[in-house]
């Protein structure tokens, strides 16, 4: 069975997550990608690096599958060339940087129309392409800190960020929701367009609820580290063996939860009888949940809320994530091999499962592992391959 976009041709000049997540998620679907990079390798190969023999990273190795690899200096005269070649051939491509940067290698929308009418640009930068920060760069922890998670995450006067890059792969889901978007548009009228995303609106997208909540009512929320505010009880609790996250939202698992750790009482007490209320008291139901979760085992706790039928998880290591009995018998981690690794690459599947549609699942790319293939298509004989690569270009 042919997979939803077989057919359609991606350039991948994104780098790091946003750019690069996009076109894996494609290429899941049956897209062909083609990852382009600069001679040697890009930038973002060795972020988490996995030993000496291996040309990539941590970083790469989770967000570049189902690519081809290509090596090319788009800024010289025949690379240039070689890039005008392949946007003919191409339907969409990908590109995180800013838009001045994009209009000097010739990447911007005009520039592409001009090569491929039909083409489809989707276009990804730090602060988007209107305001006074248009030009200025950015990673995923600037998003976080501006879009009111990191001072909200933390304790009154210490602002915290999270480990985990959400602000990136959020933005590579809405690139690859306006990708398929575009590919239906263009399916029905013939017209491609450009797709612009940003690394700051993905963010606010997240926090907008509190912000809504704080132009409405100027409540100016202060930060209360893991306890939350707008129901509870909610929080992390240490257990004997480690520590837990309880999380009770609505009426009847706060009555559950009551039962539970042994405050009938509270059930009918003013102080808890909504969610709001109950957030405004978290202090009190958060240090009952901690004594009753400190008496017993990680796995105890568990169990005892999971029969209660209350939200709960237990607080993981990565070594304990891959450990973990649950994660382990969904099969959510996929082994995949690359030349170099001392073992399997445990890379997580999609987080859609689909009982028809029918996936694509191949390793990342070498540095240029594909660079010969796909330039012999565009119709480079093996000479004026030998040239491209003894001038550098690729």
């Given at each position: 069975m042919a997979g939803v976009l077989d057919g359609v041709r991606v350039l991948d000049l994104g780098r790091y997550i946003a750019g690069p997540m996009c076109s894996s998620l494609l290429g899941d679907l049956g897209a062909e990608v083609i990852r382009i990079e600069r001679v040697g390798g890009g930038e973002d190969r060795l972020t988490a690096p996995l030993g000496e023999d291996c040309d990539s990273g941590a970083g790469y190795q989770a967000f570049n599958r189902n690519k081809k690899g290509l090596t090319l200096d788009p800024g010289s005269p025949k690379g240039r060339e070689v890039m005008k070649r392949l946007i003919a051939t191409a339907n969409i491509v990908v590109v995180n940087m800013p838009l001045p940067a994009i209009r000097k290698i010739g990447l911007d929308y005009d520039s592409l129309v001009a090569i491929k009418p039909d083409i489809i640009l989707v276009h990804t930068s730090a602060f988007g392409v209107d305001g006074p920060y248009a030009e200025r760069v950015g990673f995923d922890g600037v998003g976080q800190a501006m879009n009111g998670a990191v001072y909200m995450s933390g304790d009154?006067?210490?602002?915290?960020?999270?480990?985990?890059?959400?602000?990136?792969?959020?933005?590579?889901?809405?690139?690859?929701?306006?990708?398929?978007?575009?590919?239906?548009?263009?399916?029905?009228?013939?017209?491609?367009?450009?797709?612009?995303?940003?690394?700051?609106?993905?963010?606010?997208?997240?926090?907008?609820?509190?912000?809504?909540?704080?132009?409405?009512?100027?409540?100016?929320?202060?930060?209360?580290?893991?306890?939350?505010?707008?129901?509870?009880?909610?929080?992390?609790?240490?257990?004997?063996?480690?520590?837990?996250?309880?999380?009770?939202?609505?009426?009847?698992?706060?009555?559950?939860?009551?039962?539970?750790?042994?405050?009938?009482?509270?059930?009918?007490?003013?102080?808890?009888?909504?969610?709001?209320?109950?957030?405004q008291s978290n202090h009190l139901l958060s240090a009952k949940s901690a004594l009753w979760a400190a008496n017993l085992t990680t796995t105890e706790a568990l169990d005892a809320l999971g029969a209660a039928m209350i939200p709960a998880g237990p607080v993981l290591t990565p070594q304990q994530v891959l450990e973990d009995p649950h994660i382990i018998a969904a099969g959510y981690y996929q082994p995949r091999d690359y030349p170099g690794l001392p073992g399997p690459a445990p890379v997580i599947e999609p987080g859609a499962r689909f009982s028809t549609i029918r996936l694509s699942r191949t390793r990342p790319p070498t540095i240029g592992e594909h660079t010969d293939e796909i330039l012999g298509d565009l119709g480079y004989t093996g000479d004026e391959i030998d040239g491209l690569r003894a001038d550098g270009v690729i």
């Open positions: 009154p006067g210490a602002p915290r960020r999270t480990s985990a890059p959400y602000v990136d792969v959020t933005t590579a889901m809405f690139n690859a929701y306006g990708a398929l978007a575009a590919v239906m548009h263009k399916r029905a009228t013939g017209q491609g367009q450009k797709v612009e995303t940003n690394l700051l609106r993905s963010a606010l997208n997240l926090t907008n609820g509190g912000v809504i909540e704080q132009a409405l009512t100027q409540i100016n929320r202060v930060p209360t580290g893991n306890r939350a505010q707008g129901a509870g009880p909610g929080d992390i609790h240490r257990t004997k063996d480690g520590s837990i996250l309880i999380q009770v939202v609505s009426d009847a698992l706060f009555r559950r939860w009551a039962k539970l750790v042994g405050a009938e009482d509270w059930i009918d007490d003013p102080r808890f009888a909504t969610d709001e209320l109950r957030g």
